[in-house]
T-cell receptor, first 110, second 113 residues
Framework: QKEVEQDPGPLSVPEGAIVSLNCTYS??????FMWYRQYSRKGPELLMY????GNKEDGRFTAQVDKSSKYISLFIRDSQPSDSATYLC??????????FGPGTSLSVIP | DGGITQSPKYLFRKEGQNVTLSCEQN?????MYWYRQDPGQGLRLIYY???????QKGDIAEGYSVSREKKESFPLTVTSAQKNPTAFYLC????????????FGSGTQLSVL
């Protein structure tokens, strides 16, 4: 079993839709949870960061962590064509390396 | 502007050739990393360095070598021993090894001629 699993998509939605991106992980020791956005042929950029369980909101983006079910989610409200990218979830313990999921490719159609 | 600069953007390797990918950062970060990205796969860690003159193997270090002679620079050499080098290579840095926030360069696409 991979440490972090993510549906690769591709996911295609109309502009304005609410997007839900999800990951599951296997190691209950993971404490830090991140979402990176990667545009085609570019480096990933940190989009959201959460420590332990709970929700975090930043503009149109909400990150949610449920440690009891080992489930990570990213919600995008009022999606825009500029949100078209690959979204990588990532996690780590307090002492080990960052583990990345394979990424979900998202297309927002005007 | 602070950031990470990778060069070249595209690189071609001939059979039996070693090639070196450049990575420079001006963020004053202690830790630097090299990742390999293949289609449909997550980022895989090749090497990382916590301080100058020190580096550690990641998950897929075979066929690669690195050096860390300066804090700002962490070049990656893809040797002829790496039989499947075609991939997108990403350099990253963080404030220190324990920091979960990684900053990435724009990547180098390496292809085999």
């Amino acid at each position: 079993q991979k440490e972090v699993e993510q549906d690769p998509g591709p996911l295609s939605v109309p502009e304005g839709a609410i997007v839900s991106l999800n990951c599951t992980y296997s190691n209950s020791a993971f404490q830090y949870f991140m979402w990176y956005r990667q545009y085609s042929r570019k480096g990933p950029e940190l989009l959201m960061y959460t420590y332990s369980s709970g929700n975090k909101e930043d503009g149109r983006f909400t990150a949610q962590v449920d440690k009891s079910s080992k489930y990570i989610s990213l919600f995008i409200r009022d999606s825009q064509p500029s949100d078209s990218a690959t979204y990588l979830c990532a996690t780590k313990t307090s002492y080990d390396k960052v583990i990345f999921g394979p990424g979900t490719s998202l297309s927002v159609i005007p | 502007d602070g950031g990470i600069t990778q060069s070249p953007k595209y690189l071609f390797r001939k059979e039996g050739q070693n090639v070196t990918l450049s990575c420079e950062q001006n963020l004053n970060h202690d830790a630097m990393y090299w990742y390999r990205q293949d289609p449909g796969q997550g980022l895989r860690l090749i090497y990382y360095s916590q301080i100058v003159n020190d580096f550690q193997k990641g998950d897929i270090a075979e066929g690669y070598s690195v050096s860390r002679e300066k804090k700002e620079s962490f070049p990656l050499t893809v040797t002829s021993a790496q039989k499947n080098p075609t991939a997108f290579y990403l350099c990253a840095s963080s404030r220190d090894r324990g920091d979960e926030k990684l900053f990435f360069g724009s990547g180098t696409q390496l292809s085999v001629l």
